[in-house]
């Protein structure tokens, strides 16, 4: 690709665009409409728009169908769930054995390896819900 052009990339192959991974334009409106055009025919596709520097950064834009669902991105309800049930049933089975005196071990090493994934879990979906909330509120300026 030169300079100055843009390509679309596909998500999914549905339909007329079977054959076709990309198509290269000249100009960013262009592929913009053509991404549009795409998407409002294939309401499950995905179209990525990269510049002439390919996958090499993010995608300068990304147009997604009302009907397109990603299988690559971890759910908030299974960051919620799985990351309470690992956490709490590894602190379960940690403060078990710590009762017991330490007696089994068992219990302990199996509570401390369940513990930092679901607390890894645990704190990603708070840093996230936290981003949200901040990217929600109204931006206010200081007036003198």
Not at 36 to 52: E, G, K, N, S, Y
Not at 89 to 118: E, H, Y
């Amino acid at each position: 690709m030169q300079p100055g052009e843009f390509a679309v990339h596909f998500s999914a192959s549905v339909g007329e665009i079977d054959a076709m991974s990309c198509a290269i334009f000249s100009s960013l409106p262009d592929a913009e409409a053509y991404a549009q055009q795409a998407v409002l025919q294939h309401p499950t596709l995905q179209c990525r728009i990269f510049d002439h520097h390919g996958f090499v950064g993010a995608p300068m834009r990304v147009i997604a169908g009302s009907e397109y669902k990603s299988g690559n991105e971890i759910t908030p309800r299974f960051r919620r769930w799985v990351g309470s049930i690992l956490f709490f049933g590894g602190s379960a089975l940690f403060i078990t054995d710590w009762v017991a005196n330490f007696r089994f071990d068992w219990p302990s090493v199996l509570g401390s390896r369940l513990m930092m994934p679901g607390l890894i879990l645990l704190v990603m979906e708070a840093l996230i819900m936290h981003h949200q909330r901040r990217s929600q509120r109204p931006i206010t300026t200081a007036r003198s």
